[in-house]
């Protein structure tokens, strides 16, 4: 009976008998436990190792591949602007010019030399500059005197000035004689205010002085075309008369001022005259006074 006994009190020695020779089930299990972390720790460290390796093999070839990047960056800026680029022509000198012949002149046939003549330009004085405005102004009023000629010639009313009878009163000095000749008196007659001098007709007639119109009309009654001119002669108020003028020769209107010797019209017989003649009267400080002895005594 004894030797069959299995009851269960004997395990315990059995099993400590066993715990001498071998690790029991649950030492085994935690000796499990207690190496995975110890070899956790070592997996990372291998892929910690592994990491390192691969991030030095892969240095390399970031560098290459960055330096590749900044290399075509470059080249795509680079590039169109070498495009645009053109280099300066080479700069040529005056010599290389004059020996390639690149400046001509060309002048035309027909262009000539002139030469400039001493007569264009002079120094003059005072008095010669005065002497030039004079005479200036007296060819300006033959000038007018003609063209008013040659405008009443047109309408039929007035004569072309004889050939070398001057267009400017002959003579010098305040006072001229109205006419550049004449041939003979008129007759006197009873009431016969002025003096005729016979002329043909287109005579010029000029004024006695320098003075105003103070009449320019083609109604003068008996005296026909009549202009009449006021001066001041040496302090003295003189009226000059001129009747029988050719229709459309007046060159003076009333309230213009003339000069000494200035055309005013023609020699005619307007109004009431027997041939053609210059009807002159002269009026000094409001007294009728011999036409020719005063002229005699005043006219240069």
Do not use: C
């Amino acid at each position: 009976m004894a030797d069959n006994d299995n009851t269960p009190a004997s395990a315990p020695d059995a099993a400590g008998s066993d715990l001498g020779r071998r690790p029991s089930r649950w030492q085994a299990t935690k000796r499990a436990w207690a190496s995975r972390p110890q070899r956790a720790s070592k997996a990372v460290v291998a892929s910690s190792s592994v990491a390192r390796i691969e991030s030095k093999r892969r240095g390399p070839l970031r560098s290459v591949l960055t330096i590749a990047a900044v290399t075509g960056l470059v080249a795509t800026v680079a590039l169109p602007a070498y495009a645009a680029f053109s280099p300066e022509e080479a700069t040529t000198t005056m010599e290389q010019l004059a020996a390639d012949g690149a400046q001509t002149l060309v002048v035309a046939s027909e262009v000539q030399g002139s030469d400039l003549s001493r007569s264009s330009y002079a120094a003059t004085t005072p008095d010669e500059i005065a002497k030039k405005k004079a005479e200036e102004a007296a060819a300006a009023a033959a000038a007018a005197a003609a063209a008013a000629r040659t405008q009443a010639a047109s309408s039929g009313g007035s004569y072309a000035v004889p050939a070398g009878v001057p267009l400017v009163a002959p003579g010098s000095g305040i006072v001229r004689r109205p006419l550049p000749y004449f041939n003979n008196f008129g007759a006197p007659y009873a009431g016969h205010r002025g003096t005729d001098y016979m002329v043909e007709r287109g005579t010029p007639i000029y004024s006695v002085a320098d003075g105003v119109v103070t009449t320019s009309t083609d109604g003068g009654g008996a005296l026909g075309v009549t202009v009449t001119i006021m001066h001041n002669i040496n302090g003295h108020a003189v009226q000059s008369v001129y009747g029988h003028m050719l229709g459309g020769s007046r060159t003076v209107s009333a309230g213009q001022t003339v000069s000494a010797g200035q055309m005013i019209g023609q020699v005619s017989d307007t109004g009431r005259a027997f041939g053609t003649h210059l009807h002159l009267m002269i009026h000094v400080d409001g007294t009728r006074v011999d036409a020719e002895g005063w002229l005699v005594a005043n006219a240069g």
